[in-house]
């Protein structure tokens, strides 16, 4: 397989400001590897993204800063999840940049828990300063941002020049240009490392990370199988997700579409019982990635995404290789101290 790298379409002329601290490593996982078959197996590591604990975020708000920072904007606001990676990074990037940050928590969880309520992110968000509001519909993406959108005109009301970060479906999806890029790297390191790919294996939940590698290896020239394991919505609902996501890359990068229908790839297996709640499956494939590599996995993300890797390992022909790629989201694990404790067992 020859890849091309060339430049893809308007990339390099957006607006994007730096937040990672460089390339993230592309490791092998040897230990992992013979446990669980004979395909060769890597890691992307982008917990190792560098700022306020990484995860995949921070590439995608390289791109959201950016344009926050040409508009002029002295506070960011978004809205996410009670134990949401992408709030806490926006915090970080906020501050990190000089600015306020303002934060909606949505209940998409059905959880009454103080500790999921008030440690993980939650506590990460508190330490950074940001200003946190609470939203009780974890389902409604439009009510989350029209309430967003009151907050940011009292902002303006008072003299600020706020910037609202939409992940909502309507909203151009800049943070997907972060796994645009995201791909080039992929594909740089694995020329210098003479690693021929099979197949990725990530988290889909917002689209961002899924359809902007997705459509960084097309537009490369790269027909790699990428497989999205669902995090929040069945394989149906996240395909339209995806489908959509791609199409508006295309139009932000001003190219022709590149991913066909046939290119996105999803499995909702390890979805269940919902989003953030956990189940049989992604217990073990948290035990097998920290007993194996030392990798620690959320509960919400990145361990249901082993989950579905490790399947698509088990299926693997002799001699192939797959990529996982590591979205991080560490923190999220204290916030289900209680669970993970009982399924991990105590010290006495």
């Given at each position: ?205 917002s689209g961002h990370t899924h359809g902007g590698m997705l459509f960084g290896l ?10 999205g394991i669902c995090v929040r919505r069945d394989a149906e609902q996240q395909h ?109």
């Amino acid at each position: 397989m020859t890849i091309r790298m060339k430049p893809v379409g308007k990339l390099d002329d957006l607006p994007r400001t730096s937040l990672m601290s460089g390339e993230t490593p592309l490791e092998e996982m040897p230990n992992l590897t013979k446990h669980v078959g004979t395909a060769r197996l890597l890691v992307k590591r982008d917990d190792l993204t560098g700022l306020a604990f990484g995860g995949n975020k921070v590439r995608q708000l390289e791109y959201y800063l950016g344009e926050a920072v040409v508009q002029g904007a002295d506070t960011i606001l978004i809205t996410g999840a009670v134990q949401s990676n992408f709030v806490r990074l926006a915090a970080a990037s906020a501050r990190k940049k000089g600015m306020g940050c303002h934060i909606q928590l949505e209940d998409r969880v059905p959880k009454n828990d103080p500790i999921y309520k008030n440690s993980g992110n939650v506590l990460i968000d508190k330490i950074l300063g940001a200003t946190l509001y609470s939203y009780p519909d974890g389902e409604d993406e439009v009510g989350a941002d029209a309430h967003l959108n009151e907050v940011a005109n009292g902002l303006r009301e008072k003299g600020n020049k706020p910037y609202i970060i939409h992940l909502s479906p309507g909203h151009a999806p800049l943070g997907a240009l972060g796994y645009v890029d995201a791909a080039r790297e992929v594909l740089s390191q694995c020329a210098e490392q003479g690693i021929e790919l099979d197949e990725v294996v990530l988290a889909s939940g917002s689209g961002h990370t899924h359809g902007g590698m997705l459509f960084g290896l097309r537009a490369l020239g790269c027909p790699v199988r990428v497989t999205g394991i669902c995090v929040r919505r069945d394989a149906e609902q996240q395909h339209a997700r995806i489908s959509s996501r791609c199409r508006e890359i295309a139009e932000l990068l001003a190219m022709d579409p590149v991913v066909e229908d046939a290119d996105i790839i999803l499995s909702d297996e390890h979805l269940g019982p919902g989003y953030g709640r956990m189940n049989e499956q992604v217990i073990d494939a948290m035990r097998q990635a920290a007993e194996c590599e030392g990798l620690i996995t959320d509960p919400v993300y990145t361990a249901k995404a082993m989950s579905g890797f490790l399947e698509r390992a088990k299926a693997a022909e002799k001699g192939q290789t797959l990529l996982f790629v590591h979205t991080g989201g560490t923190p999220a694990i204290f916030g289900y101290e209680r669970e993970l404790g009982a399924a991990f067992g105590t010290t006495g």
